[in-house]
């Protein structure tokens, strides 16, 4: 079973259905929105303290008026890593003696539900720091359909999740 604990209370198992891993997204993946607002929040509040405090050029605003613009930019550049930080903190995955599962969603629930007896193909994507740091995503596709059906994405040892997977596959 995988160490990361879940809640599952989201989970409707099938009489004779047992959980096999679980998981969620690591949530190092919210760091490039956290360092754009981070560099762009810097960046507001240079600005505004280059207009008001070192060019003596008269504006047609008060300085308050343009502190309360560094404000409002850096509030609304607050919006992507809260909404980043929520969806993966809200995203889970199950695999089960039957099924692959993957819940998703902030203020509603969104589960996707892949039949272990249906998955004809897995994939494993790294790039260069998944590789170095050793996380990635698990594509799954089925028999018939147009590519991966189901994406477990950002996880930390995502061979964890492809081993247990290919056991079950060759257990149906």
């Known amino acids: 079973l995988c160490e990361v604990e879940t809640d599952t209370t989201w989970l409707s198992l099938d009489p004779g259905e047992e959980i096999v891993w679980r998981g969620t997204p690591r949530i190092f993946r919210i760091a490039s929105d956290v360092a754009r607002f981070v560099g762009w929040s810097l960046v507001a509040f240079v600005v505004a303290f280059v207009i008001t405090r070192v060019l003596n050029v008269p504006l047609p605003v008060p300085d308050l008026a343009v502190w309360g613009g560094a404000v409002l930019w ?40 892949v039949g272990v007896d249906k998955i004809q193909n897995t994939q494993l994507r790294k790039d260069f720091f998944g590789n170095t740091f050793d996380y990635g995503t698990v594509l799954i596709s089925t028999a018939g359909g147009g590519g991966a059906e189901l994406a477990i994405a950002d996880l930390d040892d995502p061979d964890a999740l492809r081993t247990a997977l290919r056991t079950q596959i060759a257990q149906v």
């Open 74 to 113: 850096t509030l609304l550049q607050a919006v992507a890593p809260v909404k980043s930080y929520l969806e993966t903190g809200n995203t889970d995955y199950v695999l089960t003696t039957e099924n692959v599962y993957k819940k998703t969603g902030v203020w509603s629930e969104n589960v996707t539900r």
